[in-house]
């Protein structure tokens, strides 16, 4: 018989329609704002990384308007070769200002930074130390590793220390100890200063992922370093994204000079994919303009946070170990989240289902993730409709 090249992926796809598994992509028609329209209709957005509503900020459009303008729409190359611009160049030393670090380098994602920096940093021998709910990002970056490769309890100090001993039995040159800043799922924030205490009494480097701890954690949305009133001389990598609260695209990573120089030589990533487009590079320094020159946005987001997770509260929903503007409505099997999602968009309310197996069999829920756009007319307009579609369905 002849072999059909392709037709597995037919079978594997039915089988993920199946078991309602596969992805049902929505169309957003016009931006990523609080109150969007998506496929024909207008909803108050509680899944996006949007945090602080930077994607549609004046200042952001006309600085990538702009710099279309000025350098065109595309970098022409990778960053070694033809692709670094002077707008690339002025957005790292921009970052690393407000990072108060020596030097920052940014990639093209966070995933491509984690993907093309966390390989390079340790050898077979060494040892490579993970938070178990870490980012898919950062588990294909340690695939990518010959190190051995060591995995501690969710945000437990007394498993990270047993595996900081462990890890030493093998006598590791070096060794790395690599976490989420806001674990995405639960919204709860890694112990960093724990672990950079822990981590100093082993030699090892700290790598933070602060994809969604950045512009929203920290002095005036500078991030977890500066949550916990660390510096880079502890924290050796602060990795993060443009993507979410930055309202742009990009990876970066932030620590001393280096760092910067041998993470740019090395990384696989960023030599071999091309730059930001000009409008890209624009508007993420107009984000760091925004986040300088406007502390509003990051307090209202802390205000909706809590007057959100309160509200949820009140109603007896279950919002786990959330401290930050991510936070879970937990209700226990798949089916539940699925049909509370369904019933909360027949309300007007976009928030998705996270569902096994992205999370545990019993802990589906509801992820919402605040916005510093939404006002206490649109949260109130979520919680009616949390307590509508709650009760319906005996979750409250
Ligand atoms: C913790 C974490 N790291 C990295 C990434 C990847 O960032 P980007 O979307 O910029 O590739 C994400 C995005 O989902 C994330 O949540």
Redesign the pocket.
Known sequence: MKRDPIGWMKDEYQKLVEADLDWKIRILQGPSTPKAKVDGVDVIMLCSNNYLNLTNHPHLKEAAIEAIKTHGTGSGSVRAIAGTMDLHAELERRLAKFKDAEASLTYS???TA?EGLIPQLVRKGDAIISDELN?G?IIDGVRLTKADRFVYDHCDMGSLERVLNEAENGNPERMLIIT?GVF?MDGDIAPLDEIVKLGSEHGAMIYV?D??GEAVLGKGGRGIVSHFNLTHDQVHFEMG?F?KAFGVM??HVSGSQDMVNYALNKSRSWLLSASHPPATAAACIAAIDVLEQEPEHVRTLWENREYFVKGLQDMGYDTGRSQTPIVPAIVGESSKAVKLSQGLYKEGILALPIVFPMVARDAARIRNIMNSGLTKEHLDQALNAYEKVGKQLGII
């Open positions: 994602a966070g995933f984690n980012h990002s989420d995405s992922d994809a969604h994204t993507s990009g990876g």
